[in-house]
């Protein structure tokens, strides 16, 4: 895992210095809230509905028990007592006061964390897949690039007030656990004929009002070329990106009026422009330093199955059923990754409590080599446990209340905080997303829908990425009350892919029978156990589920 | 309203002549790209200091051949948030080479001044009467930048790479 040096600390204690004088002068009265803004928005300070929200950043996901630690002590005194995980490996805390958070930030800074650029119409946290430098499917582990993008675009002078927010994210295995298609630059690590690994770069995905998947817009740029042809795209995406209206500022609105090729061409242009002294190149040494922080742990050598493990599992049901759901292959013998489900029945999906927080420290500390990650699916990961520890390690999630067997299914949803917490909210998306768990209340009938993505938003900004859920829920505001609309056939993986809106909306009550039906109808119509509802609706079409959708009686 | 050149006050002997307006004969002015484009050669012929006010959507490439006789070149922020600016003084500066004074006016507020700075502005017009002090803090909050940019700061990469290889020497 990185470490800060003294550089990087000396960084994020100079920003908590100066957002603590910014909140001086706003409480002060010499600071317009308009002026304020896009400094507390750029510190990752929301002005909810009910009190300020502080978004801190996980860049690339990657937390450790220390981290925990603190995010756990800040839970408890600045918030009441959780947080709030996000689709892009955030945490947010919904009952910050202002005045705190300075002192929040400085608590941070202490663990080598920070909110810088968490918010606002800048490079956002760069994002990757919880599972790197464990699966066995990538090409390299690529934390590295995270990190070097997340210390390029940290206060980049020219890229502080873009046309609208931007977001990167970057994957180097075959399955694309990072949803980079959905975002606005998604890096793609491969590798060339020469055997060097470099990025295929797509640019223009993104959800919101009008969502696209990002088009490759260079199929290979090498190591050494990366910042320099980020810039590129942030130069011409600055310049030229649209200002006028903020729903059309993204830059997938630019490469789509532009096309790919107009928007390549230009990017090209503005690269081969760059002076020499313009090209972004770190020294070797430097990206050798900072890719030592990532060497793998010290793993044991042990055999790939594990006797006491087989043997609990035949002893225990419940054991069995959460390892088959919620543990992920390891590229080492004798070791698996653990998906900690945040999204037991009937609470906030995402949501974790202080406690929570502490016991898996605890465990990651014990049993987990001290690497926890985040995950876009609002869950927590272990990326590297013995198998011979998952037994210890699930009676001990179990004791907090976070041994959920439900990763990858039906219950384990993606759901935006809505109208509960957030003032841009049409409808609420807690209650329908607990509704929709409730379906799934019988972990065997759970088991036999098997994987299934379910995504709800509570207003039109897609917070909780609905148009790529399997199934896809979206709220919307119609004449004051609360309606639902039906979306099929997202997905954000390799094969990513937008829904489609299926119909009229639904209203609150009507939401969650109308997927059972669809579920029925699936489970119906599927070739086998194994067809998968994502597959079945390729093969069959929407046209049956949309039927079950409607069928009410 | 103060216009501080590196962070101090000075007297502000230039005006912007609106698109349409005669100029009068003495003094120093600034002018629209557009109308810079199509009298340059009068502007230049004037014994007194010409200069451009670009607007956020003005490409800065198109003065290229004038910049060794322009004096000053003004970027308009129109609204803070619209950043073309920063784009554009980084593409005078470090593409084109320009050298001459590069002034930010409009919506300018104390906590763009460090990226202002960064991107090569070295004038601005401040609101304020604590004006001077402001630009002195706002400039000074990071010593520790990550980007290489037009104010040629050293960064952290470079440094860490000197600091490795002196550390080998001692």
Known sequence: ?553 | MPLLKNGKPVDDVWAFVEDGNELSPGGCFTVSLSRFLSEHDMLLGRNEAVGVRLEPADDPALLAEHLDRLHLIEVAFPKYTDGRGYSIANLLRRRLGYAGELRAVGQVLRDQLNFMVRTGFDAVVLNGDDAEEAYRDATAYFSEVYQASADERETVFQKRHKKKTSQKVA
């Open chain 1, 1 to 553: 895992m990185y470490r800060y040096d003294e550089f990087d600390d000396t960084l994020v204690r100079e920003r908590a210095k100066q957002f603590r004088g910014q909140v001086a002068r706003r409480l002060a009265g010499e600071l317009k809230e308009e002026h304020f803004k896009p400094l507390r928005l750029q510190n990752g300070v929301y002005l909810q509905l009910h009190a300020y929200m502080l978004r801190i950043a996980i860049p690339y996901g990657q937390l450790s028990p220390v981290k925990l630690r603190k995010l756990a002590m800040i839970a408890e005194r600045y918030d009441k007592n959780y947080g709030h995980f996000t689709t892009r490996q955030n945490i947010q805390f919904n009952w910050i006061k202002l005045a705190d958070v300075p002192e929040v930030l400085e608590h941070l800074a202490d663990v080598e964390m920070h909110a810088i650029q968490t918010s606002g119409n800048c490079i956002r946290n760069v994002t990757s897949d919880h599972l790197a430098g464990a699966n066995a499917d990538e090409i390299e582990d690529p934390r590295p690039w995270c990190e070097i993008i997340r210390q390029w675009s940290t206060f980049h002078p020219e890229f502080a007030f873009l046309p609208r927010k931007f977001k990167i994210a970057v994957t180097a295995a075959g399955a694309d656990r990072a949803a980079v298609r959905v975002h606005d630059i998604g890096l793609h690590m491969k590798r060339n004929a020469a055997g060097e690994t470099g990025f295929e770069v797509l640019v223009g995905g993104g959800l919101g009002r009008t969502p696209y998947l990002g088009v490759t817009i260079r199929d290979w740029v090498s190591r050494q070329d990366l910042l320099s042809y980020l810039e590129a795209n942030m130069r011409v995406y600055n310049r030229h990106g649209r200002r006028d209206n903020k729903y059309k500022a993204r830059i997938k609105i630019l490469v789509n009026e532009l096309g790919p090729d107009e928007y390549r061409r230009q990017v090209d242009e503005e690269f081969a422009n760059q002076n020499a002294w313009e090209k972004v190149v770190l020294p070797q040494e430097e990206v050798d330093r900072i890719t030592a922080y990532f060497a793998p742990p010290l793993f044991e050598a042990l055999p790939g199955r594990s006797e006491d493990f087989e043997k609990a599992k035949r002893l225990d049901h419940g054991l069995a059923r959460w390892a088959r759901n919620n543990l992920r292959a390891h590229k080492i013998a004798g070791y698996t990754s653990v998906h900690i489900s945040l999204k037991p029945q009937g609470v906030p999906p995402g949501d974790c409590s202080a406690d929570q927080m502490r016991a898996v420290a605890d465990i990651a500390e014990r049993y987990g080599l001290d690497d926890v990650r985040v995950a876009h699916e609002q869950d927590l990961v272990l990326a590297h446990v013995k198998l011979d520890d998952v037994p210890t390690v699930y009676a001990a999630l179990k004791a907090a209340g976070l041994a959920s067997s439900n990763a990858g299914l039906g219950s384990d949803l993606i759901a935006c905080p809505g109208l509960d917490y957030c003032n841009l909210a049409n409808a609420r998306s807690i209650s329908v997303a607990n509704e929709i768990q409730a379906i799934f209340a019988d972990p065997g009938y759970e088991d036999e829908v098997g994987t299934l993505h379910v995504n709800i938003s509570g207003c039109i900004n897609a917070c909780g990425h609905h148009h790529v859920g399997h199934i896809g829920v979206l709220g919307v505001d119609k004449k004051g009350e609360e309606f639902y609309q039906i979306l099929l056939g997202g997905r954000a993986d390799e094969k990513a892919a937008i829904g489609d809106i299926q119909g009229p909306g639904l209203r609150h009550e009507e939401v969650a029978p109308a997927i059972r039906r669809m579920i029925e109808r699936y489970m119906s119509l599927r070739a086998s156990k194994s067809e998968k509802f994502i597959d079945a609706l390729a093969r069959l079409g929407q046209a049956p589920f949309k039927e079950a959708l409607y069928a009410a009686a």
